[in-house]
């Protein structure tokens, strides 16, 4: 069974930064498969990173250039980098592994302020 842990959310003035953690857990764990999604009140949960079957990151158009994804295999864990954070990124941020079955995370909040 995998599990997800979220952490990193928090409050910030637009143009700061924060980093977001999702620390995962199962047998035969492939952290590929693993990504980050948002959801705004109000609004669809949106895809925001992930990573290829080859392991290159991908972003949405809305947050290239200002997020970056990252993993740690060792510790089987994966971060999200925000930057230059805008009130449009207030969101909130789930962990998600798997393709067509998923396992989502509790979501962590994240709210920029103008």
């Known amino acids: 069974q995998v599990q997800l842990v979220e952490s990193g959310g928090g409050l910030v003035q637009a143009g700061g930064s924060l980093r977001l953690s999702c620390a995962a857990s199962g047998s035969a764990f492939n952290i590929y498969l693993m990504a980050w999604y948002r959801q705004a009140p109000g609004k669809q949960r949106e895809w925001v990173a992930g990573?290829?079957?080859?392991?290159?990151?991908n972003y949405a158009d809305s947050v290239k250039g200002r997020f970056t994804i990252s993993r740690d295999n060792a510790k089987v864990a994966v971060y999200l980098q925000m930057n230059s954070l805008k009130p449009e990124d207030t969101a909130v941020y789930y962990c998600?592994?798997?393709?067509?079955?998923?396992?989502w995370g509790q979501g962590t909040q994240v709210t920029v302020s103008s």
């Open positions: 990573f290829t079957s080859g392991g290159t990151t």
């Open positions: 998600r592994y798997g393709r067509g079955s998923v396992f």
